[in-house]
């Protein structure tokens, strides 16, 4: 075919031409009205296309792997993040989230709530960490001299949500108690993709998932019934399924005694006379004031004289849980692990 440059030449000579020859005009009109047409179509946007449309390029292509492979969008329940892929410095305020870091062996976090760390994880209150606050009020200035890459908070800090996106990328990572065993699984899930490690994720989340099984095997064989206390310095609340602690009836199986009990974070204030009227087999007990400093324990309170009328009490199965699993690290991997291990070992 001519190139664009001869058909220019033919329309010039073509104008002449028409000049000098009238009767042609008619036929030069339409010589040149095609001519026309296809210079306009040698014009720039040959081989891009229109200016109104973006070019794909391999290089915007690739531009965009880049992103994908270094960014990933978080949705939670306090918003959408933009979080950086396997970010090096990292502030952490949510102790379940901690468990899981380090289970996974993440090393990538470098503040705390220092205060708040129980002693199984002890090595974030070493020198190597920074001291980020208390589980409730981030230490904003130290934050802001940080610059951590990536902030991670739960329930307890929600509140600063706001001011710490201003920080860093912040993402809210909770549970879901009506929906616990799903939001643990997901919680994990993410955190090994931000962090890379997926595999050993994957590994954890099938050995919790079969103790899982073997729990709900056992709590139906026994045909358990149960009830879950929270002990604070003499008080009590009780917790019923899809409640902050109902995962114990909803995904370990042991039945509840009470299908009533109001689905409250604080749990339904209780008295002994309910716990004797509803004589539970097992009662499983949260002792808050060993985390808090009480000045009673769960033990000294609930071995009165109305609970040993019980068949929980005569048949030995008060069953005082690990209250840094079940208040402070739940939703760790490790922490997790130890509940199933403890509520197993309960029944037995």
């Known amino acids: 075919m001519p190139s664009c440059e001869t058909f220019n030449f033919i329309i010039i000579n073509s104008y002449y031409t028409g000049v000098v020859s009238l009767k042609r005009s008619l036929t030069l009109f339409f010589v040149l009205l095609f001519l026309a047409v296809f210079a306009a179509a040698c014009g720039p946007n040959e081989a891009s296309g229109t200016p109104d449309e973006p070019v794909i390029t391999e290089e915007t292509d690739e531009k965009a792997a880049d992103t994908e492979e270094t960014e990933l969008t978080i949705q939670h329940e306090l918003g959408e993040t933009i979080v950086p892929k396997n970010p090096s410095k990292v502030a952490v305020f949510d102790l379940g989230v901690l468990d899981t870091l380090d289970t996974l062996g993440v090393e990538e976090v470098v503040a705390v709530p220092k205060d708040n760390v129980p002693d199984y994880l002890e090595k974030y209150k070493g020198d190597a960490y920074e001291n980020a606050g208390t589980l409730f009020e981030p230490d904003f200035e130290k934050l ?16 600063a949500y706001d001011d710490l996106s201003e920080i860093a990328p912040t993402i809210f990572i909770g549970l879901d108690t009506t929906n616990f065993l799903e939001s643990f699984e997901g919680n994990v899930t993410t955190l090994a993709e931000i962090f890379g490690k997926e595999e050993a994720a994957e590994q954890e989340l099938a050995a919790i998932k079969e103790s899982i099984k073997a729990l709900n095997e056992k709590a139906s064989a026994a045909e358990a019934n149960g009830l879950v206390v929270l002990a604070n310095d003499g008080e009590m609340s009780a917790y019923g399924p899809g409640s902050r602690f109902g995962f114990l009836h909803d995904d370990f199986g042991v039945a509840p005694i009470d299908e009533n009990i109001e689905a409250s974070n604080h749990g339904q204030t209780i008295s002994y006379e309910y716990i004797v009227d509803k004589d539970p087999e097992y009662l499983f007990v949260i002792d ?16 009165n004289d109305l609970i040993k009328t019980t068949t929980a009490y005569e048949e030995g199965n008060i069953v005082y849980l690990n209250a840094v699993y079940w208040y402070i690290t739940t939703g760790g991997l490790t922490s997790m692990a130890g509940m199933l291990e403890e509520v197993s070992a309960g029944l037995e």
């Open 144 to 159: 802001y001299d940080l610059q951590p890459d990536l902030i991670i908070i739960s329930g307890r800090a929600s509140e």
């Open 288 to 303: 808050r004031g060993a985390i808090v400093g009480g000045e009673t324990s769960a033990q000294e309170a609930l071995e």
